[in-house]
């Protein structure tokens, strides 16, 4: 049976770095905050909490900065982290519109929290290209947990046989295919129509 919908990660897929730069490469010169203070401090401290919604984003990074980084308001490195975060693949976008057309439901499977996960969805305007957006804070668990694929078919009411992940971690690919779902790895050396025809999906 040939899937329904094809489920699709953002980073490293439909958002990417074609520069293979990080979005806080030049963080310490642009804002002033040490990289590895923010991610020994805010990220490893706290994310978890964050991405599986337990936990505001807000409410925890303004009093981490507060410790490392005074200088710098929470809304301030919020706007920094988003727009260097956000480089979207338009090639793939582009390629993935046919298979739209023809009938494929286009939802995004992603390990995000509520914040960024609206401005991927409003600010960036994936609405007007993808159907749904299945993300972890909204969910409560995070790819590769079984949990994630549960969640996302009880929202969807897609069989797994329905569903196809395009995804740039080995690991959310084995999980995926261990629940049921079709899913391809996503490294960006290939087309679109090549990966899906790794796994016989075609137009």
Same mark, same amino acid.
């Given at each position: 049976?040939?899937?329904?919908?094809?489920?699709?990660?953002? $980073?490293?897929?439909?958002?990417?770095?074609?520069?293979?730069?990080?979005?806080?490469? *030049?963080?310490?010169?642009?804002?002033?905050?040490?990289?590895?203070?923010?991610?020994?401090?805010?990220?490893?401290?706290?994310?978890?909490?964050?991405?599986?919604?337990?936990?505001?984003?807000?409410?925890?990074?303004?009093?981490?900065?507060?410790?490392?980084?005074?200088?710098?308001?929470?809304?301030?490195?919020?706007? @920094?982290?988003?727009?260097? *975060?956000?480089?979207?693949?338009?090639?793939?976008?582009?390629?993935?519109?046919?298979?739209?057309?023809?009938? @494929?439901?286009?939802?995004?499977?992603?390990?995000?929290?509520?914040?960024?996960?609206?401005?991927?969805?409003?600010?960036?305007?994936?609405?007007?290209?993808? $159907?749904?957006?299945? @993300?972890?804070?909204?969910?409560?668990?995070?790819?590769? *947990?079984?949990?994630?694929?549960?969640?996302?078919?009880?929202?969807?009411? @897609?069989?797994?046989?329905?569903?196809?992940?395009?995804?740039?971690?080995?690991?959310?690919?084995?999980?995926?295919?261990?629940?049921?779902?079709?899913?391809?790895?996503?490294?960006?050396?290939?087309?679109? $129509?090549?990966?899906?025809?790794?796994?016989?999906?075609?137009?």
């Amino acid at each position: 049976m040939s899937p329904r919908c094809l489920m699709v990660d953002v $980073d490293g897929v439909v958002v990417h770095a074609p520069d293979g730069r990080r979005w806080d490469a *030049d963080i310490e010169a642009d804002l002033g905050i040490s990289p590895q203070a923010l991610q020994e401090k805010f990220f490893r401290a706290h994310f978890h909490d964050i991405v599986h919604g337990r936990a505001d984003l807000f409410d925890r990074l303004a009093p981490a900065l507060a410790e490392f980084a005074p200088h710098v308001t929470a809304q301030a490195l919020v706007d @920094y982290w988003f727009e260097k *975060d956000g480089r979207l693949n338009h090639a793939l976008l582009e390629a993935l519109a046919p298979w739209r057309a023809a009938g @494929y439901a286009l939802h995004l499977a992603t390990v995000q929290e509520h914040h960024r996960a609206r401005h991927l969805w409003e600010k960036l305007a994936l609405k007007a290209r993808f $159907d749904a957006i299945h @993300y972890a804070a909204d969910l409560g668990c995070a790819k590769p *947990d079984p949990a994630f694929w549960a969640a996302v078919q009880q929202r969807t009411g @897609y069989a797994p046989a329905d569903l196809l992940l395009i995804d740039d971690s080995p690991r959310n690919v084995e999980s995926a295919r261990a629940a049921g779902w079709a899913a391809v790895l996503w490294d960006g050396t290939e087309t679109l $129509d090549e990966v899906l025809g790794k796994a016989a999906v075609r137009l």
